[in-house]
Every structure is written in structure tokens, then in C-alpha cells.
């Protein structure tokens, strides 16, 4: 039974910009806290961006004023526009509830920064 489905990945330039989105089941999506998180090679999966159901954003250092993150309730849908891209942004980018759950994970969507 999938529960997420992460999409929108891809190869890009730096400076470019993608927009990732993930799409939840109802019973997940609604009344929690939604994240977006990404994970490198061999490094450990960290958390880039959040959002409260009620739409107060929190931001990683690393991503602030370059990514946005929004959610549209009525879709169940979670989203994460990346402007600015880095290659330090490359990763496979997951969503997840805030906290997350373990059972929750995905097989994401890669992102890849290169000239």
C-alpha cells in the first residue's frame, strides 16, 4: 500500500530550479505536519523543510530563500519548489510527516546538480 509517492526529480544545471511533489494518502496528510527530506551520498538523510498543517514554514539553513515549501490540503499533495539549485543539493529528496515515521518512506525522487 503506498502512502507517499514522491515525483518531480531530475538533472539540472546549477542555478536552475525543480519542483518536487509528493502525494499522500488522506489519512497521513491531513492534521500533520509534512516534511521534506533529503539524503546524499554517504551521508545521513536530513530534514530540509517543513510545514504545520496550519502552513507555518521552517526551513534548513542550507535551503532558506532559495527553497519554498507549500501543501495544498485539498489535493493531499506536499511540494517543494527549488530555485538556486547547488550541487551540494544533489540527493534523493523523500517526504515524510514532521516528525517522520519510519514506515512512511518512499522511493523518493533524485535530484541531481551538474554541468
Known amino acids: 500500500q503506498v502512502q507517499v509517492a514522491e515525483s518531480g526529480g531530475g538533472l539540472v544545471q546549477p542555478g536552475g530550479s525543480l519542483r518536487l511533489s509528493c502525494a499522500a494518502s488522506?489519512?497521513?496528510?491531513?492534521?500533520?505536519?509534512m516534511g521534506w527530506y533529503r539524503q546524499a551520498p554517504g551521508k545521513e538523510r536530513e530534514l530540509v523543510a517543513r510545514?504545520?498543517?496550519?502552513?507555518?514554514?521552517n526551513y534548513a539553513d542550507s535551503v532558506r530563500d532559495r527553497f519554498t515549501i507549500s501543501r495544498d490540503n485539498a489535493k493531499d499533495t506536499l511540494y517543494l519548489q527549488m530555485n538556486s539549485l547547488k550541487p551540494e543539493d544533489t540527493a534523493v529528496y523523500y517526504c515524510?510527516?514532521?516528525?517522520?515515521?519510519?514506515?512512511?518512506w518512499g522511493q523518493g525522487t533524485q535530484v541531481t546538480v551538474s554541468s
Open positions: 488522506g489519512s497521513i496528510f491531513r492534521r500533520n505536519a
Open positions: 510545514i504545520a498543517d496550519g502552513g507555518v514554514t
Open positions: 515524510n510527516t514532521y516528525p517522520k515515521v519510519t514506515r512512511l
